[in-house]
């Protein structure tokens, strides 16, 4: 292994100094050592190597290289735990190519989508809504497996009628040798194991059932996605308990082992908002297919929908600002903060805030009551990931904006032992979209901006490689700088570690 590509690694992770590159060639295990410990700012091995192998490929060869050459090993470390604050499919991309670098990954949803078919489930049953939390565990499972992706397809697979559905429960009871494996997902039941295709099979059986029971009002089974009759069937078995229940898919369909998906709140909630014109957006849906030129002003959470709580004169769209929004201040709630949320939060070593359609998936997961002070009481380092491109609900944003309105709401959460609450440490944020303005309120919050290219090759979504590797990157300096700061690796007052030097300079922004 030549010494040269290692520095220069260790350069471009922002450890080395550049000037020291060009008169290193080949080197011996010891020699690399030496000059780690002796040229570096961090003055010790095993920091700069942790640094070094963030930055390695997944080419099993050249990690067995570094393995073997140094003498230790690139896998996980045991209790590393990042977690998510995350939408339905905004994080999709980066979830995904985070999860072969932790041991432990938790995502923190909310459950108030209430469109289209998820809002008839949640209105015929009187349940959260399922979505975001299937489309995060779909986000767990790998392409490259077989198994994994036929489950994948099955969670996220539309019935078109109940006729269909039925057809679909008479296959996952069927054998191949019965001749049924021809119709829907046949293909992909073959693949999925006799375990798996049972307990889908009990499931999807307790929801129709559930479905039966109420005949006075039968169910559009059009568009239905059939994950979310997979966790309606489990919330249904299983004492109406709904963290229980996705526990339960969790174990016994997932097959997760190290990541899960909470919810913020198990407490039945409803989204509302008011845009910038004072017009009430009386629903979730209409929050995200709608796109609102005047922005957003408020959001709200309610125990029920607008129309069933609001008195009579304030239903129209056409109100008084200042009176629609007295009226809401008076009638929503903070919902309390679940115990698996609070305790991911609390144990997290890295926290990230997702991208997403703001103001429907993140921005009410921060209404949640404690969530503040669980964030600015946690120890580990904390990330904001603004969107690449504003949505419906965000016209006219810019990164800033996202930041702000996120301090804003967490702000909010009324436990008075919140004096300093410190939020955000780094905003990893794309290039393009790093404005002086992100800069100088990153300022304000104590908080730096990470400016890096973060588009990924479709153009709409981030980079999940790329992303991932700086999430890593930047919970390993992080780590390092506490160590600094505790004096257990030299004496003074040392710098601020800064990963200035993450990727190559050539393809980066300036970083304020």
């Known amino acids: 292994m030549r010494l040269k590509p290692l520095v220069r690694e260790l350069v471009r992770r922002g450890v080395a100094s550049r000037t020291m590159v060009s008169s290193l060639y080949d080197g011996t295990q010891s020699e690399i050592l030496d000059w780690i410990a002796q040229e570096t700012v961090l003055r010790d091995t095993e920091s700069a190597l ?42 999709k991309t980066i979830i995904r190519a985070c999860a072969p670098l932790w041991n432990s990954m938790e995502i923190i949803v909310n459950a108030y989508d209430d469109g289209l078919s998820t809002g008839r489930l949640r209105a015929h049953f009187g349940i959260l809504g399922p979505s975001d939390i299937r489309k995060n565990h779909v986000a767990l499972l790998r392409d490259d497996i077989p198994s994994e992706r036929a489950l994948a397809t099955v969670l996220d697979w539309r019935v078109s009628s109940r006729e269909e559905f039925g057809r679909i429960l008479r296959t996952l009871a069927s054998s191949p040798d019965e001749g049924a494996f021809d119709v829907e997902l046949g293909k992909e039941f073959r693949t999925l194991t006799p375990e798996v295709k049972y307990w889908l099979g009990h499931y999807l059986s307790r929801f129709l059932e559930g479905c039966e029971e109420d005949t006075r009002n039968p169910l559009d089974f059009s568009d239905l996605s059939l994950g979310n009759c997979v966790y309606v069937g489990a919330y249904l078995l299983l004492s109406r308990d709904f963290p229980f229940a996705v526990r339960a898919v969790e174990k016994q369909i997932l097959g997760l082992e190290n990541a899960s998906v909470h919810l913020c709140s198990d407490q039945m909630c409803w989204l509302c908002a008011v845009d910038g014109s ?29 129309d069933r709580i609001l008195p009579r004169a304030l239903r129209s769209w056409d109100v008084v600002h200042a009176g629609l929004s007295r009226c809401l201040d008076e009638v929503a ?62 016209v006219g944003f810019d990164a800033s904006d996202y930041l702000s309105r996120a301090h804003e709401l967490l702000c909010r959460d009324p436990h008075p032992r919140m004096r300093s609450p410190r939020f955000f440490d780094y905003v990893l944020c794309d290039s393009a979209r790093a404005s002086e303005a992100l800069h100088r309120l990153a300022r304000k919050l104590d908080a730096e901006v990470i400016a890096r290219p973060l588009r990924g090759p479709d153009g709409r979504s981030h980079d999940g490689p790329r992303s991932a590797r700086y999430l890593a990157q930047l919970s390993a300096l992080q780590r390092v700088d506490y160590r600094l ?7 003074g007052d040392p710098p601020r570690l800064t990963p200035a030097l993450l990727e190559p300079e050539e393809e980066l922004g300036t970083c304020a």
Do not use: W
């Open 485 to 491: 700061k505790e004096g257990a690796l030299v004496s």
């Open 50 to 91: 942790e640094v070094l192998a963030m930055g390695l490929s997944e080419d099993p060869r050249e990690r067995h290289c570094f393995d073997v050459f140094f003498g230790r090993s690139t896998r996980r470390r045991a209790g590393e735990r990042v977690t998510f604050l995350a939408g339905g499919r905004g994080g």
């Open 333 to 394: 709630i903070r919902p309390a903060l679940a115990p698996d949320a609070l305790a991911s939060l609390q144990e997290a070593e890295l926290l990230v805030y997702c991208p997403g359609t703001f103001h429907s998936s993140l921005a009410p997961t921060l209404l949640t009551d404690g969530i503040g002070e669980s964030i600015s009481g946690g120890n580990g380092v904390k990330v904001f990931m603004p969107n690449l491109d504003n949505d419906n609900e965000s």
């Open 278 to 306: 004072g017009r009430l957006i009386p629903t979730e849906a209409d929050l995200v297919e709608t796109k609102h030129r005047s922005g957003i002003s408020a959001i709200y959470l309610l125990t029920d929908l607008p």
